[in-house]
């Protein structure tokens, strides 16, 4: 459930075409649906209604509402400013030292299968891979979330009051985000970071791509007015300085917003039994994360990350991912039905660096698992669904 992991400061390398079929995601959308009521924070939020996920988005949302009271079940059912920073960076390095780097960068590690981000390998906890099947998945996943947020790329009330100069995408993937954001705000300059280079070569002009890794020192020349972290539990070991290089990057009154699901998953029903194998799964790559140092329930401490931080007017608004279409309401029936699809193909990519390589299975008894996790994810009967978490605060004016 990831999104590719982060990158930052000034490394620049030219990112490469994605496949077609992840450009034909991008233009995939969901129709709308009625939300059921939400609550952000513990006070009840208004519904905003959204347009079509294929339509842009919103340029200056209103905080989304949430989806934290109980989904009912479907009784019927039988059982996704131009950016100068790497100018300093680039000049000083020699031609022959640069072309090196960028062949090392797109020289993709291969592990069963599955192809894996080559820069930093040995340092990054990021498990997740980078090839073509993972990529149209992340795209997929995205319009998930756009769905989730009823059709905002975000929830913080950043641009509402004042427009936005810069903007930073924080493990940017396969871009789509930040060109969503670049596409709807012309105006302002998006970089998106990243440790892999899978981003498309034709993009908005305010937009541009780096590849590096997001737990170094950050050295952006110039501020920006909004920073973005979408899907990067698994992949950040130090989450508090994550928080206060977001703070000091930014502008007086700028947000940094943070979304992430947390693992494990729940029911409100006790229809998800605790022998059942998506559950067994989910508390295994539980343990595997924190083995690696990187946890898949960070999202349990982002709003303290915050505070300690420096910011303020802190904000935590939760939703639920269903594990397939079992609930009753029509949008968290449309999104389960997406997640189910999103998280079949996520399965493998989830499993199999931390099964293997952190809990010592073999792939053989990894894929024999994943069989029966399959099986769980399509039982209707089975109440059950991911917490998401977005976290956002500002920084003093």
Same mark, same amino acid.
């Not at 981000?117 to 998930?144: C, G, I, V, W």
């Not at 999104?335 to 989830?350: I, K, P, R």
């Not at 293997?356 to 990894?366: A, C, K």
């Given at each position: 459930?990831? +999104? ?145 947020? +009823? ?42 970071? +990243? &440790?892999? $280079? ?8 305010? *937009?541009?791509?780096? *590849? +590096? ?38 502008? $007086? ?6 979304? %992430? ?6 029911? %409100? %029903? ?81 499993? &199999? ?22 099986? %769980? ?13 977005? *976290? ?6």
């Amino acid at each position: 459930m990831t +999104d590719s992991t982060p990158a930052a400061k000034d490394t620049a390398a030219p990112p490469t075409s994605p496949p077609p079929a992840t450009q034909a995601a991008t233009d995939t959308a969901a129709p709308p649906a009625s939300p059921p009521p939400a609550t952000a924070g513990g006070s009840t939020a208004a519904d905003a209604p959204g347009s079509p996920a294929a339509d842009a988005p919103a340029p200056a949302p209103a905080p989304a509402p949430a989806g934290t009271g109980h989904l009912e079940a479907d009784p019927n059912l039988l059982d996704e400013e131009p950016n100068n920073d790497a100018d300093s960076s680039i000049s000083a390095l020699g031609a022959s030292y640069t072309t090196s780097v960028m062949s090392s960068i797109y020289k993709f590690r291969e592990e069963n299968g599955r192809t894996y981000h080559a820069y930093k390998a040995d340092e990054s906890t990021y498990f997740m891979p980078n090839d073509e099947r993972e990529t149209e998945r992340l795209d997929l996943q995205h319009h998930l979330s756009i769905r989730m947020l +009823d059709n905002r790329l975000y929830v913080c009330p950043a641009g509402k009051d004042k427009p936005l100069k810069r903007v930073l995408d924080c493990g940017t993937g396969t871009g789509i985000w930040a060109i969503d954001f670049a596409e709807e705000h012309p105006d302002t300059a998006v970089v998106g970071v +990243d &440790l892999s $280079p899978i981003q498309p070569n034709f993009v908005p002009p305010n *937009v541009e791509f780096f *590849v +590096d890794d997001l737990e170094e020192t950050w050295t952006y020349h110039t501020k920006f007015d909004f920073i973005y972290a979408r899907f990067l539990t698994g992949s950040i070991r130090n989450w508090a300085k994550l928080a206060r290089q977001a703070f000091e990057n930014l502008n $007086p009154g700028g947000y940094f917003e943070v979304c %992430d699901p947390l693992s494990p998953i729940k029911s %409100d %029903d006790g229809t998800l039994k605790e022998d059942s194998a998506v559950l067994k799964w989910n508390n295994l790559l539980l343990e595997g994360s924190r083995k690696l140092g990187a946890s898949l329930d960070s999202a349990l401490q982002y709003e303290q990350h915050l505070i300690d931080a420096g910011f303020q007017n802190v904000t935590k608004v939760e939703y639920k991912w269903p594990i397939n279409g079992w609930p009753s309401d029509a949008k968290y029936k449309e999104v389960g039905e997406w997640n189910l699809v999103n998280m079949t193909q996520a399965l493998q990519a989830l499993s &199999l660096m931390l099964f293997t390589n952190v809990l010592g299975w073999s792939v053989v008894e990894v894929e024999t698992l994943l069989a029966q996790v399959r099986k %769980d994810l399509k039982n209707r009967a089975t109440h059950a669904y991911w917490p998401i978490y977005v *976290v956002y605060g500002q920084k003093p004016e």
